[in-house]
C-alpha cells in the first residue's frame, strides 16, 4: 500500500479488484466510467491507477447500483457522481453554517428538481421512477403479509406439536388401561376355571364314594 498526499492509503488496481471481490478487468471498467463522468484518479509512476478511500467508495455505490438497480454502467455512473456532488454540497454546508442557512430553502425547493435530473440523466423517466415506488411500496407491504404469515405457520405448528404430544399421551393411556383391564379379565377367567373345575372334581368324588369314611364308620 502507498500513502496519498492527505493521508489516506492507496492501492493498485489489483490489490483493490481482490479487496472489491471482483476482477481487476471489471474494475478498469468501473473506474472508466467513472472517470467519464468527471471522477479524478490518482496515478503511479507508471500511469495505473491509485485507489483510496473516496475511489473505493464510490466504486462500492456503483457496484450497488448495478447489482440492486439493474442499471446499465453509464447511467450507474451519472448517479453515483451526481450522489458524490450533493453530499460534497451538504458536507460544505455543515462545515459553513452560515451559508448552509442561505442556501436551505433553495436546497429545499430544488431536491425534487435535482433528484428528477439526475434519474433523468440515468434515463430513467419520473413515470418509471413512480412505478418503481410503488413497486417497492408493494414489496415492503408483501414482505411484511409474509412475515405475518410465516409468524401465524411458526403459531400454528406449534400448537400441532402441542395437540400430537398430548395424542400421544393420551394414547399411551388408553393403552396402558386396556393392557391392565386385559391382564384381569384374564386373571379372573383363569381363577372362574380353577374354581369351577374344583367343584367338579368335589362332587365327582362324591357321588363315587371317593371321600374316606369318618371316624365314627370305623
Do not use: C
Not at 471482483?22 to 472517470?35: N, P, V
Not at 451519472?78 to 442561505?102: C, D, F, Q, R, Y
Not at 414489496?139 to 400421544?168: I, P, S, Y
Not at 377367567?189 to 374344583?198: E, T
Amino acid at each position: 500500500m502507498n500513502m496519498h498526499l492527505n493521508g489516506n492509503e492507496t492501492g493498485a488496481t489489483t490489490e483493490t479488484a481482490k479487496e472489491l471481490g471482483i476482477g481487476a478487468s471489471t474494475l478498469r471498467k468501473y473506474a472508466a466510467a467513472l472517470e467519464e463522468q468527471g471522477h479524478h484518479f490518482e496515478r503511479a509512476a507508471n500511469k495505473s491507477r491509485l485507489f483510496g478511500n473516496r475511489d473505493i467508495e464510490r466504486v462500492k455505490n456503483l457496484m450497488t447500483l448495478l447489482r440492486e438497480q439493474n442499471l446499465p454502467l453509464q447511467d450507474a455512473a451519472v448517479i453515483v457522481m451526481e450522489v458524490s456532488s450533493e453530499n460534497a454540497a451538504a458536507t460544505k454546508e455543515i462545515a459553513n453554517p452560515a451559508a448552509g442557512l442561505k442556501t436551505d430553502h433553495l436546497a429545499h425547493t430544488g431536491s425534487l428538481v435535482e433528484q428528477e435530473h439526475v434519474f433523468q440523466n440515468a434515463g430513467v423517466t419520473s413515470e418509471q421512477m413512480e412505478q418503481m415506488n410503488v413497486e417497492w411500496q408493494l414489496l415492503q407491504e408483501r414482505m411484511v403479509e409474509l412475515e405475518r404469515e410465516h409468524a401465524k405457520l411458526r403459531k400454528q405448528n406449534e400448537d400441532l406439536q402441542v395437540q400430537v404430544e398430548e395424542q400421544q399421551n393420551w394414547m399411551r393411556e388408553k393403552l396402558e388401561e386396556d393392557r391392565d383391564r386385559q391382564l384381569i379379565t384374564n386373571l379372573r377367567s383363569y381363577q372362574g376355571r380353577k374354581q369351577k373345575a374344583k367343584t367338579k372334581s368335589h362332587s365327582l368324588r362324591m357321588l363315587f364314594g371317593l371321600f374316606p369314611k369318618s371316624g365314627r364308620e370305623a
